[in-house]
């Protein structure tokens, strides 16, 4: 039974920095793909970021790539999102979440919600200007 549990989340100023933590448990290889996802008030939940599990590959939505940077640690089983140079506008609730095993995900697929059969919990991010 595959499990995520997110950490990392908080309020902070615009132009501060913050990294969010996927714990993934219950996968028996790293042959999967991991993705953050995230719903601002009022909004669509969007695909900002996905990697696979083994760090080889990873897509970024293009309103974000320049400040966020996806990664994992394989020893830990843990998937990261550092986001840099917050906005007011990242203010949202983040979501991680991850394939079935054996899914790697290419390009815009990557960032599709549908294609993920796991998610995690959820953590805020709240940036004040």
């Not at 790293?30 to 696979?52: D, L, N």
Request: aromatic letters at 12%.
């Amino acid at each position: 039974q595959v499990k995520l549990v997110e950490s990392g989340g908080g309020s902070v100023q615009a132009g501060g920095s913050l990294r969010l933590s996927c714990a993934a448990s219950g996968y028996t290889s790293q042959h999967y793909t991991m993705g953050w996802f995230r719903q601002a008030p009022g909004k669509e939940r969007e695909g900002v970021a996905s990697i696979w599990a083994d760090g080889s590959k990873s897509y970024y939505a293009d309103s974000v790539k320049d400040r966020f940077t996806i990664s994992s640690d394989n020893a830990k089983n843990t998937g990261y999102l550092q986001i840099d140079n917050l906005k007011p506008e990242d203010t949202a609730i983040y979501y991680c979440a991850a394939t079935e095993e054996g899914a790697r995900l290419y390009a815009t697929i990557a960032l599709r919600e549908s294609e993920y059969s796991y998610w995690g919990q959820g953590t805020q991010v709240t940036v004040s200007s």
